[in-house]
């Protein structure tokens, strides 16, 4: 397995259903995200974590808890979500934040949440 | 906080034409990178740009980052139906490990 991976890859829950996205990365990165891809907002930076600290929350409700066990996985637990949750979720890693000229990051190919 | 401007938002062209969008910003950053996301996948980084003017070309792409390193372009030779997708700049403050994205360009190439 090679990349960022994603499960799952489509997902519809209700309003009062507990669920949890995964992303697990094969490329020895430190540095790994999530972003919510909506219509409204193309690319919306949700959590950073770098070496398995969390780094950044951007104002994010609490109806979404990310996890990071390690340098490779990397959650996000759901909990009494909206509709308007309903997007795609993308993970992505990347190598050390700090000291490099450039911080490419890997995506993975996302998961697909609808909440009814 | 670092805002990038991308324009058009929307571009629907027909096989064979030549288009530019560009990326925007007031900040300067340290790079800048674009990536293509097609339907039903993540974005996947085409390239970075790091010294200011610098030009790269891949196949029918030019990339050109703007010599003040806040802005940037992406010029498409003879579009292709393959080339549809969206199209995404980053820009890159490697002092405050932060990449800032753009609202993106929505390209439509049609036969």
Same mark, same amino acid.
Request: charged share 15%.
């Given at each position: 397995?090679?990349?960022?991976?994603?499960?799952?890859?489509?997902?519809?829950?209700?309003?009062?259903?507990? =669920?949890?996205? =995964?992303?697990?990365?094969?490329?020895?990165?430190?540095?790994?995200?999530?972003? =919510?891809?909506?219509?409204?907002?193309?690319?919306?930076?949700?959590?950073?974590?770098?070496?398995?600290?969390?780094?950044?929350?951007?104002?994010?409700?609490?109806?979404?808890?990310?996890?990071?066990?390690?340098?490779?996985?990397?959650?996000?637990?759901?909990?009494?979500?909206?509709?308007?949750?309903?997007?795609?979720?993308?993970?992505?890693?990347?190598?050390?934040?700090?000291?490099?000229?450039?911080?490419?990051?890997?995506?993975?190919?996302?998961?697909?949440?609808?909440?009814? | $906080?670092?805002? &990038?401007? #991308?324009?058009?938002?929307?571009?629907?062209? #027909?096989?064979?034409?030549? &288009?530019?969008?560009?990326?925007?910003?007031?900040?300067?950053?340290?790079?800048?990178?674009?990536?293509?996301?097609? @339907?039903?996948?993540?974005?996947?980084?085409?390239?970075?740009?790091? $010294?200011?003017?610098?030009?790269?070309?891949?196949?029918?792409?030019?990339? #050109?980052?703007?010599?003040?390193?806040?802005?940037?372009?992406?010029? /498409?030779?003879?579009? #292709? @139906?393959?080339? $549809?997708?969206?199209? &995404?700049?980053?820009? /890159?403050?490697?002092?405050?490990?932060?990449?800032?994205?753009?609202?993106?360009?929505?390209?439509?190439?049609? @036969?």
């Amino acid at each position: 397995e090679t990349g960022v991976t994603q499960t799952p890859r489509h997902l519809v829950m209700g309003m009062t259903n507990k =669920k949890s996205l =995964k992303c697990e990365q094969h490329l020895g990165h430190n540095a790994m995200y999530w972003y =919510k891809q909506s219509a409204k907002k193309p690319l919306e930076l949700m959590f950073v974590y770098n070496f398995k600290e969390q780094t950044e929350n951007n104002s994010v409700p609490s109806r979404f808890s990310p996890e990071c066990p390690n340098s490779s996985h990397l959650f996000l637990h759901l909990h009494t979500l909206q509709p308007e949750d309903s997007a795609l979720y993308l993970c992505a890693s990347s190598r050390n934040l700090a000291g490099l000229p450039y911080n490419e990051q890997f995506f993975g190919p996302g998961t697909r949440l609808t909440v009814l | $906080t670092q805002l &990038l401007e #991308q324009s058009p938002q929307f571009l629907s062209i #027909q096989e064979g034409e030549n &288009l530019t969008v560009y990326c925007n910003s007031s900040s300067v950053f340290s790079s800048l990178q674009w990536y293509r996301q097609e @339907p039903g996948e993540g974005p996947v980084l085409l390239v970075t740009v790091v $010294t200011g003017g610098e030009v790269k070309k891949l196949k029918r792409l030019t990339f #050109q980052f703007g010599d003040a390193r806040k802005d940037s372009s992406l010029h /498409i030779t003879a579009a #292709q @139906p393959g080339d $549809t997708g969206l199209y &995404l700049c980053a820009g /890159i403050n490697t002092n405050a490990g932060k990449s800032t994205f753009g609202d993106g360009t929505t390209l439509t190439v049609k @036969p």
